[in-house]
């Protein structure tokens, strides 16, 4: 069972967003909507434990790919989360975090100040959940263990599009850069 200190630890809950986890969103998947109730439930549970919780907002300007000659997330998944709009609003249901990240492309730490706000607070540990679990999950928790944090998935606290989607980032996240988990096995003790 991982253990992690909850002064030296964060939770990253990434993207529980309208536009993915809500059947009116305009990227809805149902496995998204499923992991909300798994990541409200962790973040509960690393709130009451004295973790850090942070979340992740994907959020696009209008405008923001127009002139890209490669990267164009509206070209591949049609215009989704932009900026001011209900789609990009957080799911309601989660609790007060005690930070939250705009970001602008799949990796949180991409022109963000994530890095930054965990190091200024002695964050070592990241605890991952959220959703797309081989987009921006496992691009942000890749871009963690590039970093030296310790980086930890949790496998039944994600939210895919096609299951093998969550096999492939869960695999990939444990042979290059990390660990993995489920949220029973996750324990939070000083």
């Not at 536009?19 to 009451?48: I, K, M, N």
């Not at 990240?101 to 990796?107: L, N």
């Not at 921006?136 to 263990?145: D, E, F, I, R, Y």
Request: aromatic residues 10%; charged residues 25%.
């Amino acid at each position: 069972m991982p253990e992690f200190d909850p002064a030296e630890t964060a939770l990253i809950v990434v993207d529980m967003q309208n536009g993915f986890c809500d059947p009116d969103g305009s990227l809805y998947a149902p496995p998204s909507g499923d992991a909300v109730d798994p990541c409200v439930s962790l973040a509960t549970r690393a709130r009451e434990a004295g973790a850090r919780v942070v979340y992740t907002r994907d959020v696009h300007p209008e405008g923001q790919f127009e002139g890209n000659h490669a990267y164009d997330e509206f070209a591949r998944w049609g215009e989704h989360v932009v900026e001011g709009t209900w789609d990009a609003e957080l799911v309601d249901d989660l609790p007060d975090p005690d930070h939250v990240v705009e970001k602008h492309t799949y990796d949180a730490f991409h022109e963000t100040e994530l890095a930054g706000y965990l190091d200024a607070h002695g964050v070592e540990d990241l605890v991952f959940c959220g959703t797309l679990a081989n987009v921006c999950v496992l691009h942000t928790a890749a871009s963690a263990g590039l970093r030296d944090y310790r980086t930890v998935v949790v496998e039944d606290a994600l939210g895919y599009i096609e299951a093998d989607h969550r096999e492939y980032a869960t695999e990939h996240a444990a042979w290059l850069f990390g660990e993995t988990t489920t949220r029973d096995a996750v324990g939070f003790d000083a």
